[in-house]
């Protein structure tokens, strides 16, 4: 069961050694306000520059991607100047909005950060700037973070993306930073904000949805109005698919009246409150009541279509979580050891990480 929670962290010898200052921080304010600038100002770029931005982990750091990070400058300045606040509110619709509500700050998180890992690949590896790349790094990190508490499942999703490919990306540079620096960004990385957690965006934003939905089909007048509202079901489809027709069946599943909808849609709302306590069990445990509870609502055509993947959801938080210890462990290792092992464990499974050394680097 646990196999797909097998994570690795790998950090490779590279020609650069630096020290890292504190930035100056602002506890003052929004972040949030900061941010969006930096997404009103992103360029448009093209499918070939989407491309280069998606694989930045990875991709040649040519002069289309040079021309990519040159464009994206102003952005970027914008991120670091929004990590530098604390205090993040993205002030999400949830209840106004429903399943109408838009999240055009993840997708813009996630294009942002991955332009700062880009670019902190150019520094470590062409401009010798380790600070400037670190900055880069934390800053993408810390964004993850802040993206993370906007209320929804899928930013904290994203959020532990985000962490993923900074880690990934400073990783790399690890072996080559000198003590000093090393201890600077274990500090910086048990300072930031915490993650939003799934629980809180089970009752902010997937409860609170659930309790729109009710309110709305009451709202509405006859037949016709409720299956506007309905059409929607049929929004994550294919093009070609038969909204109206899906809308039609899914009012048939619950009786054909409001009515019948509302009745369906309040019998899933304890579902949230409890399964929201049961994501901090462990995996065999929350898969157990996770099943559970879609048994007992099986017949429920609301439950059925609102109640997220909550399986999928809690695996990513165990990868994240073993991620995350995987980096702590390796700036451990890499100050004091590998005897330094012996105090990060496994958070999932426990025990020690497996420790293998090559020429450039080592891998966790």
Same mark, same amino acid.
């Given at each position: 069961?646990?196999? *797909?929670?097998?994570?690795?962290?790998?950090?490779?010898?590279?020609?650069?050694?630096? *020290?890292?200052?504190?930035?100056?921080?602002?506890?003052?304010?929004?972040?949030?306000?900061?941010?969006?600038?930096?997404?009103?100002?992103?360029?448009?770029?093209?499918?070939?520059?989407?491309?280069?931005?998606?694989?930045?982990?990875?991709?040649?750091?040519?002069?289309? %991607?040079?021309?990519?990070?040159?464009?994206?400058?102003?952005?970027?300045?914008?991120?670091?100047?929004?990590?530098?606040?604390?205090?993040?509110?993205?002030?999400?619709?949830?209840?106004?909005?429903?399943?109408?509500?838009?999240?055009?700050?993840?997708?813009?998180?996630?294009?942002?950060?991955?332009?700062?890992?880009?670019? %902190?690949?150019?520094?470590?590896?062409?401009?010798?700037?380790?600070?400037?790349?670190?900055?880069?790094?934390?800053?993408?990190?810390?964004?993850?973070?802040?993206?993370?508490?906007?209320?929804?499942?899928?930013?904290?999703?994203?959020?532990?993306?985000?962490?993923?490919?900074?880690?990934?990306?400073?990783?790399?540079?690890?072996? +080559?930073?000198?003590?000093?620096?090393?201890?600077?960004?274990?500090?910086?990385?048990?300072?930031?904000?915490?993650?939003?957690?799934?629980?809180?965006?089970?009752?902010?934003?997937?409860?609170?949805?659930?309790?729109?939905?009710?309110?709305?089909?009451?709202?509405?007048?006859?037949?016709?109005?409720?299956?506007?509202?309905?059409?929607?079901?049929?929004?994550?489809?294919?093009?070609?698919?038969?909204?109206?027709?899906?809308?039609?069946?899914?009012?048939?599943?619950?009786?054909?009246? *409001?009515?019948?909808?509302?009745?369906? %849609?309040?019998?899933?709302?304890?579902?949230?409150?409890?399964?929201?306590?049961?994501?901090?069990?462990?995996?065999?445990?929350?898969?157990? +009541?996770?099943?559970?509870?879609?048994? !007992?609502?099986?017949?429920?055509?609301?439950?059925?279509?609102?109640?997220?993947?909550?399986?999928?959801?809690?695996?990513?938080?165990?990868?994240?979580? !073993?991620?995350? %210890?995987?980096?702590?462990?390796?700036?451990?290792?890499?100050?004091?050891?590998?005897?330094?092992?012996?105090?990060?464990?496994?958070?999932?499974?426990?025990?020690?990480?497996?420790?293998?050394?090559?020429?450039?680097?080592? +891998?966790?």
């Amino acid at each position: 069961m646990f196999s *797909a929670l097998f994570l690795t962290t790998t950090v490779m010898l590279l020609p650069w050694i630096t *020290a890292l200052a504190d930035p100056a921080v602002d506890s003052n304010g929004n972040a949030a306000l900061q941010y969006w600038q930096a997404f009103a100002t992103l360029p448009k770029f093209t499918d070939a520059e989407s491309v280069i931005i998606a694989d930045c982990l990875v991709v040649p750091l040519d002069e289309t %991607a040079q021309e990519v990070l040159k464009n994206s400058k102003y952005a970027l300045t914008m991120l670091h100047r929004a990590s530098a606040i604390k205090h993040c509110e993205w002030g999400m619709s949830f209840n106004e909005d429903g399943v109408y509500v838009l999240l055009p700050h993840v997708a813009a998180s996630r294009q942002l950060t991955s332009l700062a890992c880009l670019r %902190a690949r150019q520094r470590f590896q062409f401009d010798h700037d380790s600070n400037g790349a670190i900055e880069d790094v934390l800053a993408a990190m810390t964004l993850g973070r802040h993206i993370s508490v906007d209320g929804s499942l899928i930013a904290v999703l994203v959020g532990y993306n985000i962490e993923y490919r900074a880690i990934e990306t400073l990783a790399v540079a690890l072996p +080559e930073l000198d003590p000093k620096t090393i201890k600077a960004v274990q500090t910086r990385f048990d300072a930031m904000p915490s993650f939003g957690t799934q629980a809180t965006a089970l009752l902010a934003c997937e409860k609170v949805t659930m309790e729109w939905f009710i309110r709305k089909v009451k709202e509405t007048k006859d037949k016709e109005e409720l299956l506007t509202l309905l059409g929607w079901v049929g929004i994550s489809e294919d093009k070609n698919v038969d909204r109206g027709g899906k809308a039609e069946r899914f009012l048939d599943e619950c009786g054909g009246t *409001a009515e019948g909808v509302v009745k369906f %849609a309040v019998d899933a709302l304890p579902s949230y409150d409890q399964m929201a306590k049961h994501l901090d069990l462990p995996l065999d445990a929350f898969e157990r +009541e996770f099943k559970r509870d879609g048994i !007992v609502h099986a017949s429920n055509p609301v439950y059925n279509v609102f109640f997220p993947a909550l399986a999928k959801a809690r695996q990513a938080n165990l990868r994240a979580e !073993v991620r995350r %210890a995987l980096f702590s462990a390796a700036l451990a290792v890499q100050l004091d050891g590998q005897n330094a092992l012996t105090n990060h464990l496994d958070p999932v499974l426990g025990g020690r990480f497996d420790f293998s050394s090559f020429k450039t680097g080592f +891998e966790l």
